[in-house]
């Protein structure tokens, strides 16, 4: 099992920055899979970005050449660096750790772009 905390989510113009970290209560090295993904209302649960044990990363379309992500085993943290944010990135983000055969998800943290 892991827990996974989120945090670095809040409130910025759009064309700023955020960073958010995911905090994990044990070590990531073993965990093959981490990632974000982010939900609005009325819409399904999108997948924002993931980065596999040895460092294979997958973004979603709507955020290629904006986001990066990476994962830090040594702190037991993955990050996620968004930049020229746009409104239409407003979001709950969620991280989660694939850890077979369950996914763990943290609580969420929520990023608002304003126009």
């Known amino acids: 099992q892991v827990q996974l905390v989120e945090s670095g989510g809040g409130l910025v113009q759009a064309g700023g920055s955020l960073r958010l970290s995911c905090a994990a209560s044990?070590?990531?090295?073993?965990?093959?899979?981490m990632g974000w993904y982010r939900r609005t209302p009325g819409k399904q649960r999108e997948l924002v970005a993931r980065v596999t044990r040895d460092y294979r990363i997958t973004f979603a379309d709507s955020v290629k050449g904006r986001f990066t992500i990476s994962r830090d085993n040594a702190k037991n943290t993955v990050y996620l660096q968004m930049n020229s944010l746009k409104p239409e990135d407003t979001a709950v983000y969620y991280c989660y750790a694939q850890v077979f055969p369950e996914d763990y998800w943290g609580q969420g943290t929520q990023v608002t772009v304003s126009s």
């Open positions: 044990r070590s990531i090295f073993s965990i093959n899979v």
